[in-house]
């Protein structure tokens, strides 16, 4: 299947996943229960029970899309499909040599997708951080698909945290960390409104930032017609080396509420619905 898909457009390939998704995951039953009861908590405002079909028939539709885009992300991120919504913006980055923390949720893609863009829109060498899959099989097609060029991709760990120091010690680096990361099978993060989680990708990249000086800079990915996408960069973050537990805790407010207003934005866009805890 992998091969197949790489011989058809970009265009067909999502067209395909997307017929999947609306049609041929009808079965999965438990997680779409899993997402009506988070639709429940984030869009209580959502009475009417069509209102909440469509946006859960949307909702799998995109996760057809998603997944089989991953599969030919490279073809995707390393084109002129992921444009910079400022381009101003992501040039002061660049001009800049200081590392840069970028901190994201999982929007319109699974992870690959963003990663690839970031490596081509800025040119410099990047280091993320992914849970390896369980089964075999799956661990090896996501080696196989993730961006080879410039890049490294490391398990969480302690030993993960002090590479990712070291990492940001270079000039011309970036450090990719994914927020909405799945612990136990669950996402905390956002909160929408609930108690900060402890640890996590959030404590990370904070607490990385403070020691390293690096800039935390919030981005995100909208979904277009003709599988292209916008890259949305906010301010950066600034986290001095003499933050407080408390400067801290105030940052973690400001991206939770950033990211949360995100993904109320793009709600049948996030798959990582299905696994928010309620």
Not at 15 to 20: E, P, Y
Not at 23 to 29: L, N, S, T, V, W
Not at 153 to 168: D, M, Y
Request: net charge positive.
């Amino acid at each position: 299947m992998y091969y197949l898909l790489r011989l058809i457009s970009v265009e067909r390939c999502s067209a395909i996943g997307a017929w999947r998704g609306r049609y041929g995951r009808a079965e999965r039953k438990e997680m779409e229960q899993r997402a009506r009861a988070a639709l429940a908590m984030l869009r209580p405002d959502l009475r009417d029970g069509e209102q909440i079909n469509d946006l859960i028939a949307q909702l799998r539709q995109n996760a057809g899309r998603t997944f089989l885009e991953t599969l030919i992300s490279d073809r995707i991120s390393n084109s002129t499909r992921v444009q910079a919504a400022d381009p101003s913006a992501l040039a002061e980055i660049l001009q800049d040599r200081r590392p840069v923390i970028f901190v994201t949720v999982h929007t319109a893609n699974l992870g690959d997708t963003m990663g690839g863009a970031l490596l081509a829109l800025t040119g410099r060498h990047g280091t993320t951080v992914t849970r390896p899959f369980l089964n075999r099989f799956r661990q090896r097609l996501s080696v196989k698909l993730r961006p080879r060029a410039n890049a490294a991709i490391l398990p969480p760990g302690i030993g993960t945290t002090r590479q990712l120091l070291r990492q940001l010690q270079r000039p011309d680096t970036f450090v990719l960390l994914h927020l909405d990361e799945a612990r136990g099978k669950q996402i905390h993060f956002p909160t929408f409104g609930r108690p900060l989680p402890h640890g996590g990708n959030l404590s990370v990249a904070i607490r990385l930032a403070a020691t390293s000086g690096a800039r935390l800079v919030p981005v995100h990915l909208e979904r277009l017609p003709g599988v292209r996408y916008t890259l949305h960069m906010s301010n950066p973050v600034v986290v001095p080396p003499t933050a407080t537990p408390e400067d801290m805790d105030a940052v973690a407010r400001q991206l939770d509420a950033h990211f949360s207003t995100v993904i109320q934005t793009y709600l049948s866009d996030w798959l990582q619905l299905y696994y928010l805890r309620t």
